[in-house]
Each structure stands twice: as structure tokens, then as C-alpha cells.
């Protein structure tokens, strides 16, 4: 194709402002051209289900617009990867492309996320294009939302396309301005193959596939690849695009967009942002890539019932070919017997992998206190990245530790803003910049991530009653006064409780989680002491009472089937039951106490 035919773009947007829906708008407006001019074969073996996992997973469809130019466009759309919202993720798929539409709710206006995804595309000199999505909604304010989009984001919005994704108003509208306003992709389909992987995943049946985009060159069915990062050499058996279904084309030219497979069976040999070449003409260089994600949280994963850990290997195994950027290693606990240490790109990323595992591999999970990687300085001069508080070093060998801190932006109407940052404060924030735009407030803020990382977003969309939107990028690493608390039940240390906190921080969290283990460990015949200490330190104590016998007593008599019932609860708990020492402490109890907040 023609480079001056083909337009390749993302749609930006803040969750909720309308992304999927407009994308299937344009899918569907297209579509009809599409049937009658696509002669390519549908992929063998395509089925109901591996068309639910496309949608899922397929991150770039191509449309044919028939323009009122009279010329009939290949219009790219790259879809920011499914599974996490965070900025890390998007970075590839704007990559991709030469534009993006910047998809903005008019009855909400700009948000944190807008803001960020604005932010990545001008980093990756994108065009923007300004979508007012909602325009069907009472509460729409066109006006508003432009002169915000003017004055937070410094777009011109005096063309932007007021659109309802929903009822399909003025879909050509956003079609016209891709076409008309968005930039041709440039290359050179003579110079050697430059292909970059935005993306890749593992099919059952088809192995492993890689989503690319071509800058120059070309891909051919049959030909001998190399992956210059690896160099490991494989024959293409498949070229194809996204309609959203499979179809198989015979080459892929400079600045299209669509997927190979070359019959790979381990999602590792596909390092995303690295560059495919010919194995015969190699390119003297590959193409800039992206910055690896790296995991930036950290927590332990344990099955409730300990029969299920090889269940579990099994399915965070599954889970980590879907998902490069996911990982994990065994761990064992005193408390909580055998699992795995697994990393993450940020807490939504953690949610969603727990949530995954527990509905599609039905897995019961106790998951402990998140943690951040925090670079421990020795006084031997070496520096250690630890991911686990239990794996705390001697503090007599410690010279100092540092701790991430990240860039926060927080917008929310002004109303919240006392709440707001008197909650920035109390998890040591150091305000950077507040404006006011449109009756919302623009907050920026300087935060150490171990204290977001435990119930930030829960406090702040609950102080502002779900109207803050938050978004946060990694600063860099600054020495904090850190202390590894520890949580003893009846003198025994529990390692899955313990935490690294910040001095100031260590009495108050030491005596709420205290408070909260007294109401969850049920009483035994003994007295249970329950502290936190900071080394041999205690900072905070709780105790419970021992069980009187009268309390037995009063358990008896009644009605016979609500004793069954409680007998039966009984049994299913105890097999929940985590013996220390002497003490039985319930699982629930784990999970409970770890939910700060
Ligand atoms: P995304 O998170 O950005 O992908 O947002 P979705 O496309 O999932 O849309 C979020 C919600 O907004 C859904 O309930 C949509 O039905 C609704 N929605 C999307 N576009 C419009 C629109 O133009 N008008 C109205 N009234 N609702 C819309
Ligand atoms: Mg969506």
C-alpha cells in the first residue's frame, strides 16, 4: 500500500470516557467496505472462543475507509494492551504509531489518566486529535471541557470532533480527522527489515504470537527472521492482520501493522521492543524500542489450602506467558507455608493478576502486606534490592536504606481538596503544583510509593467520593528512615506480617494492625499477647482474653440446625487455621489485618 494511504493510531482516554465503545464504532463503520473488498482466507482452525480471547487480547485492527476524498484508506487502530491501565503499558503501543485520538468525556472532562496518556503521546510526537465523547449526555459541556482541554493540556480544541460513541453520532467525523490530520507513517520498503514487536502472547494453538509494526522492509510469509536482541533465527509460518479476526496476508510493508508466528513455544524468546530483521540483509541497527517495564510492587501469593500450590505454579506459569512483565518465584512462610514472591508494574496490575487468578483458575489466595523494592546500602559498601521484608539484613550492617518515591497527579473537583491533602501529608507528600481549571483542582505531588501502595487509592476515591483521579509515574530512589516492624503472636514472630515502614509511620500502623489482629484471632484458653516491635523494641500490645468457660457453655442448646450449621463452619475453619505455637490464627485473619486503611 501506498504510505500516503495508510494512517496508524491509538485511542487515548481516561477509563471509562469511552475508548472500547468508539473503537467499535469505527470497526463497524468500516466494516461494510471491509466484506466486499477482503478476498484474504480466514486462518484455519478459528473458532467461537479463540475469537473471545482475540478480543481480549487482538491490540491492533485494520480498517479500510472509504474517504470522502474518494480514496480508500488503511486505517490502523492500535488499542492500548488489555490488561493494564498503567502508563508503562501504553508507551508500546503509542510506539506504534504516528497519532493518537484523545478520547475526552464531555460530561467529565480531563482526568489524571488523560493527562498522563496526553503526556506519552507527545513523548512519542504523536499527533492528537481531541475527541469530545458523551455530547448525547444532559450534563455534556462542550465549552467547558474545551477551554480545559486548552488550558490543562495546552491542545488546540477548537476543531476537536464532538462525537456520541454510544448512539454513533458523527463517527465520520473522527474518520475525516485521521484521515485529513493525522500523519502518513514514513520507511523504506527497499532497506533491510526493521520490524518491531509491540507485543506478543501465546496462542494454544497457534504458539506464540507477536504483534509488530513495520518501519521498513518487509515481512514475508516463509522468510528467515532473526530477533536481534536474543538472535535466535525462525522461519515465519504465519503473516497476518487483524479485522478484528485472524486473516493471512503475504507481506506486511513499511508502516502496516498486523502479527507473525514463526511455530515459538516460549513467550521469553519475544522480548517486546525488540527488533525483527532478515536473517539474510540484517539492519545495521534496531529501532529504539522501548523502556523494559520492570516490576515496581511486590507481594506474596499463597494458596489458602496448601494442596492447591501446584495449582498454582501451573496457573501464574499460564499467567506469565500472557504477560512478560508479570513475575514470580517460590517463597516459603512460617505463617503461611509454601507460595511465591511475584512482581508487578503497579497495584492495578497486582488487583487484576489476583483477580485472574482466583475467577479463571478458581484459586483460593491469601495474599501478603504489597512491598516495594527498597535498595538496602551496606556498610561493606554493597547495595542489596530487597523485595521481601522478611528478607530484611542485620540493621547493624545497614547504612542506610532508600525507598521509591513517584510523581503523583491528582485532579478532583475543589470541594475534596482539604481531605485531599491532608491525606497527601499524612503519607509524608511534598506538594509540587496546584491549579485550578473549570472548578476542578490539578494537584501534583511528590509521594513515597510505599505509602500508595497499601489503601492510597481506596482513601482518596472514598474522601472524594469517587470523584479524584489519580495517576503516577516512578521518580527515582531518595534515602527514608525506615524500619522493619515485626507482629508477634504470644511472643512468636509472624513473618508474613511484618512490614517496612517509615519511623514516624511505625507506631500508628503497629498499633492498628495490632488492634485488628486482637478482633480477628479468636480467643484461645490463654491469654494471647499481640505486639509490634521494631527489633527488640515493642511499640504497640494488644492482648486477648482467655476464653471463660461460661462462654463454652452458652454455645450449647438451641436450634438444632443452626448447631449443625455452626458445627459444620466449624470444621471448614479449622481446616483454615494457621497454627504458632500455641495459637491458632484463622487465614482470614492474614488477610484482614493487611488491609490497611
Ligand atoms: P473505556 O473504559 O474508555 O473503554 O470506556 P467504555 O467504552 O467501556 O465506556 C464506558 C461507559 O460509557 C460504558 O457504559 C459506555 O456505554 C458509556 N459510553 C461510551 N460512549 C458513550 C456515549 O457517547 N454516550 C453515553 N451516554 N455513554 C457512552
Ligand atoms: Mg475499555
Same mark, same amino acid.
Given at each position: ?29 468500516? /466494516? ?10 480466514? %486462518? ?13 487480547? *487482538? ?15 488503511? %486505517? ?28 475526552? +468525556? ?6 489524571? $489518566? ?5 503526556? $506519552? ?34 491542545? +488546540? ?29 514514513? /520507511? ?34 516463509? $522468510? ?38 514463526a511455530a515459538i513455544k516460549d513467550i521469553r524468546d519475544t522480548k517486546v521492543g525488540d527488533t525483527i530483521t532478515e536473517e539474510r540483509r540484517l539492519a545495521e541497527k534496531p529501532l529504539a524500542g522501548f523502556k523494559p517495564s520492570i516490576p515496581v510492587v511486590f507481594c506474596g501469593?499463597?494458596?489458602? +489450602?496448601?494442596? +492447591? ?7 501464574? /506459569? ?41 475467577r479463571e483458575f478458581d484459586l483460593d489466595l491469601i495474599t501478603t502486606a504489597p512491598s516495594v523494592v527498597y535498595k538496602m546500602f551496606m556498610t561493606d559498601g554493597t547495595v542489596l534490592e530487597m523485595h521481601n521484608p522478611a528478607d530484611m539484613p542485620d540493621v547493624v550492617k ?32 511534598? $506538594? ?6 473549570? /472548578? ?91 505486639? *509490634? ?19 463454652? *457453655? ?44
Amino acid at each position: 500500500t501506498d504510505l500516503s494511504k495508510i494512517r496508524n493510531f491509538s485511542i487515548i482516554a481516561h477509563i471509562d470516557h469511552g475508548k472500547s465503545t468508539l473503537a467499535d464504532r469505527l470497526i463497524e463503520f468500516c /466494516g461494510a467496505i471491509e466484506a466486499r473488498d477482503m478476498k484474504a482466507q480466514l %486462518l484455519d482452525n478459528m473458532d467461537i472462543e479463540r475469537e473471545r480471547g482475540i478480543t481480549i487480547k *487482538a491490540q491492533t485492527v485494520r480498517l479500510n475507509y472509504n474517504a470522502k476524498d474518494g480514496e480508500t484508506y488503511q %486505517l490502523n487502530l492500535m488499542d492500548t494492551p488489555g490488561h493494564v491501565d498503567f502508563a508503562y503499558e501504553v508507551s508500546r503501543s503509542l510506539a506504534a504509531c504516528e497519532g493518537s485520538l484523545l478520547v475526552v +468525556d464531555a460530561s467529565q472532562g480531563v482526568e489524571a $489518566q488523560t493527562l498522563a496518556n496526553v503526556y $506519552q503521546a507527545l513523548d512519542a510526537n504523536h499527533e492528537i486529535v481531541p475527541v469530545l465523547n458523551k455530547v448525547d449526555l444532559p450534563a455534556a459541556d462542550v465549552d467547558r471541557v474545551k477551554t480545559q482541554i486548552e488550558d490543562v493540556i495546552g491542545l +488546540d480544541a477548537s476543531d476537536a470532533v464532538e462525537i456520541s460513541a454510544k448512539t454513533g453520532l458523527n463517527i465520520e467525523g473522527v474518520l475525516e480527522a485521521i484521515v485529513a490530520r493525522l500523519p502518513s507513517p514514513k /520507511g523504506d520498503r527497499e532497506a533491510p527489515l526493521q520490524a518491531l514487536i509491540v507485543d506478543s502472547w501465546y496462542d494454544a494453538y497457534l504458539g506464540v504470537i507477536i504483534l509488530v509494526r513495520v518501519f521498513n522492509g518487509e515481512l514475508k510469509l516463509g $522468510q528467515k527472521v532473526r530477533f536481534m536482541a536474543t538472535g535466535a533465527t525462525r522461519e515465519l509460518d504465519r503473516v497476518g492482520i487483524f479485522t478484528p479476526k485472524k486473516v493471512a496476508v503475504d507481506r506486511l510493508g513499511p508502516g502496516e501493522m498486523g502479527f507473525v508466528t514463526a511455530a515459538i513455544k516460549d513467550i521469553r524468546d519475544t522480548k517486546v521492543g525488540d527488533t525483527i530483521t532478515e536473517e539474510r540483509r540484517l539492519a545495521e541497527k534496531p529501532l529504539a524500542g522501548f523502556k523494559p517495564s520492570i516490576p515496581v510492587v511486590f507481594c506474596g501469593l499463597f494458596p489458602a +489450602d496448601a494442596a +492447591d500450590f501446584e495449582h498454582l505454579r501451573d496457573s501464574l /506459569g499460564k499467567l506469565a506467558l500472557n504477560d512478560a512483565s508479570f513475575q514470580y518465584e517460590t517463597e516459603s512462610s512460617a505463617a503461611l507455608g509454601f507460595g511465591f514472591r511475584c512482581g508487578f508494574l503497579g497495584l492495578l496490575h497486582l488487583e487484576i493478576i489476583q483477580e485472574r487468578l482466583e475467577r479463571e483458575f478458581d484459586l483460593d489466595l491469601i495474599t501478603t502486606a504489597p512491598s516495594v523494592v527498597y535498595k538496602m546500602f551496606m556498610t561493606d559498601g554493597t547495595v542489596l534490592e530487597m523485595h521481601n521484608p522478611a528478607d530484611m539484613p542485620d540493621v547493624v550492617k545497614i547504612d542506610h536504606i532508600e525507598e521509591p518515591w513517584i510523581k503523583a497527579t491528582i485532579m478532583l473537583p475543589d470541594e475534596y481538596l482539604g481531605g485531599v491533602l491532608a491525606l497527601c501529608t499524612e503519607r509524608r507528600g511534598i $506538594q509540587v503544583d496546584l491549579t485550578y481549571v473549570g /472548578g476542578r483542582a490539578m494537584l501534583v505531588y511528590e509521594l513515597p510509593l510505599n505509602e500508595v501502595v497499601f489503601d492510597f487509592y481506596d482513601r482518596l476515591k472514598s474522601i472524594s467520593r469517587g470523584y479524584a483521579s489519580f495517576d503516577y509515574h516512578l521518580e527515582g530512589y531518595r534515602e527514608g528512615d525506615l524500619v522493619k516492624m515485626s507482629i508477634l503472636v504470644n511472643a512468636e514472630p509472624v513473618d508474613a506480617l511484618s512490614m517496612i515502614v517509615h519511623r514516624s509511620q511505625a507506631e500508628y500502623r503497629g498499633r492498628q494492625l495490632c488492634e485488628r489482629l486482637k478482633d480477628l484471632i479468636p480467643r484461645h484458653l490463654f491469654k494471647i499477647p499481640i505486639q *509490634a516491635a521494631i527489633g527488640a523494641k515493642v511499640i504497640a500490645r494488644e492482648t486477648i482474653a482467655a476464653l471463660r468457660k461460661d462462654v463454652l *457453655a452458652k454455645c450449647y442448646g438451641g436450634d438444632i440446625s443452626r448447631k449443625r450449621k455452626l458445627l459444620d463452619k466449624q470444621k471448614e475453619g479449622k481446616k483454615r487455621m494457621r497454627q504458632f505455637g500455641e495459637v491458632e490464627i484463622p487465614q482470614s485473619a492474614f488477610i484482614a489485618a493487611l488491609k490497611m486503611g
